[in-house]
Every structure is written in C-alpha cells, then in structure tokens.
C-alpha cells in the first residue's frame, strides 16, 4: 500500500512539474507575443509640459487662461476714471500633458492599416479652476493604398482617415509654443471626419473630406451648438490641392463649405409657432505656403472666412430679413485672417511669428436695414441681438494684430522656452441711426470711437517628451 501511495505521489509530482513547466512556457510564449506586437505596431509618445504666464491685461483665454484669444475691450467704472479690464494676473499649470499612441503596421495585401488615440488633461476646468481629467483629442483609423499605377512609371497613393483629427484648414500652424497655436489668427479645431488624401506622383495631393461639430461649434440663436448642423443634416466640405517639390517648397489650397440650420421653428405673422426651413451656406478659402531649408523654415497662411466661428476665428453671421411666414434669411460676416512664422536652429531655436485679422462686416444689410435695426429705447444706439459671433470674441471687434518672438533651448528630450505675445485688438461704436452714416451698422461693423487695447503676455514654457 505504502509503495502505491509513494508511485502515485511521485506520478501527481511529476504531472504537476510537467503542466506547470508547460503554463510556463505558454505564458512567457504570450508576453513574447505581446511584446513583438507592440515593438511592431505600437509606438507611444507624449510629454509632460508646464506654462507659466503672466498677463498685464485682462483677456479672453480658455484652457485654464492658457489657451490665448485676444484683450478685453475697455471696462470703465461708473465715475470713468478707472478700465476695470486693465488688470495683471499670472498662472502656472501642466494641464496639457499629454499621452498618446500611434498604429501602424497592419497589411492584408496592398491594404495597410493604422490608427491613433490621443489625450491630454483639458476637460473638468471651470474658468481658470477645476480639476483636469483625461479627455479625447484624436482617435482615428487609417486605411491605405499605395504602389497604384499612375501611367509613365508614375504612381499614386490613397490614405483614408476616419474619426476625430485635426481639421484640413487648422493642420498648418505657425512657429509658436503657446497652446493656442497661433489661434484666432490660424484657424483652431479637431473635429470628427472621413478624410480622403491621394498623393498623384512626386508633386500633387489631392484632399477632400466630410466633417461634423463636436467641441468647436458654429454660433447662433441658442449660443455656441452642434444643433445647427445636426439638424441641418448636412456634412461640412472641405476639398484642397498641395504642390510639393523636392527643394523644400509646398503650396497648399484649399476651401471649407458649411451649410446649418440656425433655427428649427419661427412665429408666423399670425403669431403661431411653426416649423421653418431656415438655413445659411458659407465658403471659406484659404492659401498656405512653406519653405524649408536646412533649420530655417518659412510658413504662411491666409483664410478669408465666411461665419468662420466654428473654426475659432474671430467671424460669425446675422439675421438679414424675416419673413411673414416665420423664416429667417442669413447673412456670413466675412473676415480676412494671416499669418507668417519664421524658425531657425536646434538646439538653440529662435522663432518669430506675425498675425493680421480684420473683420470685413457682412455683403448686404443686417435685419432690418434701418430703423428696424435699432433698439426701441429711442437712444439711436444699434442693436446687435440677431448678430451671431464667435464666444471668443465680440461682434464690436474691428481689426487685431499680434507678435510672438519666441527663443527656445532644447537638450535631448527637455525643452525650456520664453516668449513674448503681444496682441493689440481694435474695438469701436457702432455708428447711430442719427449720425448720417448708417451703412456701417448696418454691416455689422462697428467703426466709431476706434481705440486700441494691448496685453503683453509673457510665457515660459517646460517641456520633457517621451
């Protein structure tokens, strides 16, 4: 008994030395496995980054003030010796670290396959207080097709993004380190898309995407909303062209059409409430030039926008007539915006950058041309409540100018960098129903009493990436 109980013990011992021999060896054969996957087709990235910023003027500026638009207008106090706007103010935050993964890697045939998900540390902020909690900045697929017969030893390529990336018009940005990235001046927004790019041999891109509103909305009657085109059922457009040579130059052109609903009801001459068709389409063009040599690098872009609050800049549309039946006619705002960067050097790296941003009113007369456009208080003062500008900014707004020198030292993987904003907004009256000039109110653009205002912001950022 004894020798039997030993043999099955012995037996027991040894299957238990041989299955956990065999779990072994699976399980290091699966970390194997998983570690080649993603030495293969993951590569992770990201960086931990502080600004600290000091202000000598109260502004408009989102992202725990980081994120930079433009100065107030003058605040007077009530005996008008004192603008209340005319105040410093200093933070310092690493809200905007950020974490993120690329994919790449995957083919079935001459089909390839990638993605990206992206992070940082925005959302939970209220005002310039909160506490900062992971939220999305991109997440898409790629799906790509290279090696396609062009004809003349030529060939093309076709890439397919989907999902939430960078808008086309916001990609290019200028030679600066402060977050907003040259914003309202470069257009601003990730947005959800389908985005198609074919390269046709060495030199032409050829670029068209459908897009929808997420977190940069269009304006209107119920505020900032991606009602508007939601109940509007239609895709933003966006189609472009880049030229390319191998001398480091590239052109790129291309335009953004967008076509909303501002309002789903209206009230009739009868004062009931019925369902309307209202409805307003705009088109905003752009040119983006880039040179590059050696460390030197040279870019440009200009937008002439029509309601182009959606994409951060400063625009946005008014109501041009009403109708008995309930509906409203539109009319875009149009505003020019441009910039040109400059950057040289690596480890040490200087960069400059200049902007220009003019609001051009609107083609034909707000609601209602004349005395229907101003208030009933009998002040002659005009009113601006069917006028829909971007939240950043004010419908009074008339020209803006902005200059970021910047100086930058990078070693290995940390980047230690000051700059110097200056941004000086005009700001001015709308010209009363008496004064003998009324086509400017009429436009939307305020052109009496101009004055400028100036903040100067200086900004230290601290960067390691990894």
């Known amino acids: 008994m004894k020798k039997t109980t030993i043999a099955l013990l012995c037996a027991f011992a040894v299957a238990q030395v041989t299955v956990n021999g065999a779990y072994a060896q699976e399980r290091q054969q699966t970390k194997g496995a998983v570690a080649r996957e993603l030495e293969n087709h993951f590569q992770f990235y990201g960086f931990i980054r502080n600004f600290f910023a000091f202000d000598t003027r109260e502004s408009v500026a989102g992202t725990?003030?980081?994120?930079?638009?433009?100065?107030?207008?003058?605040?007077?106090?009530?005996?008008?010796?004192?603008?209340?706007?005319?105040?410093?103010?200093?933070?310092?935050?690493?809200?905007?670290?950020?974490?993120?993964?690329?994919?790449?890697?995957?083919?079935?045939?001459?089909?390839?396959?990638?993605?990206?998900?992206?992070?940082?540390?925005?959302?939970?902020l209220t005002g310039s207080s909160g506490t900062a909690q992971l939220r999305l900045r991109q997440a898409y697929m790629t799906i790509g097709w290279d090696g396609l017969e062009l004809g003349e030893s030529n060939t093309a390529s076709v890439a397919l993004k989907v999902g939430q990336a960078w808008h086309p018009l916001a990609a290019d940005q200028p030679h600066v380190l402060s977050l907003e990235t040259g914003a309202p001046f470069n257009p601003f927004s990730r947005t959800p898309l389908v985005?198609?790019?074919?390269?046709?041999?060495?030199?032409?891109?050829?670029?068209?995407?459908?897009?929808?509103?997420?977190?940069?909305?269009?304006?209107?009657?119920?505020?900032?909303?991606?009602?508007?085109?939601?109940?509007?059922?239609?895709?933003?457009?966006?189609?472009?062209?880049?030229?390319?040579?191998?001398?480091?130059?590239?052109?790129?052109a291309?335009?953004?059409?967008?076509?909303?609903?501002?309002?789903r009801t209206g009230v009739n001459s009868s004062m009931v409430t019925v369902k309307v068709s209202d409805r307003i389409t705009t088109v905003s063009p752009y040119v983006y030039l880039q040179y590059t040599k050696g460390l030197f690098q040279a870019k440009a872009k200009t937008v002439l926008s029509e309601a182009g609050e959606h994409l951060n800049l400063m625009s946005g549309y008014?109501?041009?007539?009403?109708?008995?039946?309930?509906?409203?006619?539109?009319?875009?705002?149009?505003?020019?915006?441009?910039?040109?960067?400059?950057?040289?050097?690596?480890?040490?790296?200087?960069?400059?950058?200049?902007?220009?941003?003019?609001?051009?009113?609107?083609?034909?007369?707000?609601?209602g041309n004349s005395a229907s456009f101003i208030d009933n208080t009998g002040s002659g003062q005009v009113n601006t409540e069917n006028v829909y500008f971007s939240k950043n900014g004010s419908s009074n707004f008339n020209e803006m100018w902005r200059l970021v020198p910047t100086v930058a030292y990078n070693i290995g993987k940390f980047t230690l960098a000051l700059e110097?904003?200056?941004?000086?907004?005009?700001?001015?009256?709308?010209?009363?129903?008496?004064?003998?000039?009324?086509?400017?109110s009429a436009t939307g653009l305020a052109t009496d009493n101009l004055h400028w205002v100036t903040n100067h912001r200086i900004q230290m950022m601290a960067r390691f990436t990894f």
């Open 64 to 124: 725990g003030d980081l994120f930079y638009y433009l100065p107030k207008d003058v605040n007077m106090n009530e005996d008008g010796s004192q603008d209340l706007n005319e105040q410093t103010s200093f933070r310092f935050l690493a809200l905007t670290t950020r974490l993120g993964v690329d994919i790449s890697g995957y083919r079935i045939g001459r089909t390839s396959f990638g993605g990206k998900v992206e992070t940082d540390f925005y959302a939970g």
């Open 195 to 252: 985005m198609m790019d074919a390269s046709l041999g060495k030199h032409f891109v050829i670029s068209a995407a459908a897009l929808w509103q997420m977190q940069y909305l269009s304006a209107g009657p119920s505020g900032p909303s991606a009602d508007y085109i939601k109940y509007g059922c239609t895709p933003e457009i966006y189609m472009g062209l880049t030229y390319k040579t191998a001398g480091g130059f590239l052109a790129r």
């Open 254 to 263: 291309g335009v953004d059409i967008l076509s909303i609903k501002p309002r």
């Open 318 to 367: 008014g109501i041009s007539s009403v109708a008995d039946d309930g509906h409203c006619e539109y009319v875009p705002l149009y505003a020019s915006s441009s910039w040109a960067s400059v950057s040289y050097g690596k480890k040490w790296q200087v960069m400059l950058m200049g902007g220009y941003i003019k609001n051009l009113g609107t083609n034909n007369p707000l609601y």
């Open 420 to 440: 110097w904003n200056i941004t000086s907004a005009r700001y001015g009256d709308y010209i009363s129903f008496g004064a003998g000039n009324y086509l400017d």
